[in-house]
């Protein structure tokens, strides 16, 4: 009987600290349910949207905001 394995998840409080090792700043977040979590920061004066994954921690999408 196939039984899907469950896999860790970043908490959504955890991942800001990944960007700001990125060099962002400000880093607040907007969506955190689901497959992703969104975050508004922002980086050498301009500010932006990002998106990352919440079971890798990965950056999907990053669009000017």
């Given at each position: 009987?196939?039984?899907?394995?469950?896999?860790?998840?970043?908490?959504?409080?955890?991942?800001?600290s990944?960007?700001?090792?990125?060099?962002?700043?400000?880093?607040?977040a907007?969506?955190?349910?689901?497959?992703?979590?969104?975050?508004?920061?922002?980086?050498?004066?301009?500010?932006?949207k990002?998106v990352?994954?919440?079971?890798?921690?990965?950056?999907?999408?990053?669009?000017?905001?």
């Open positions: 009987e196939y039984v899907p394995r469950r896999t860790a998840r970043f908490t959504c409080s955890a991942l800001p990944k960007l700001r090792k990125s060099g962002y700043r400000n880093v607040k907007t969506d955190c349910k689901g497959k992703s979590y969104a975050f508004i920061a922002e980086r050498k004066g301009k500010r932006y990002i990352m994954s919440s079971r890798t921690g990965a950056v999907i999408s990053r669009k000017r905001y």
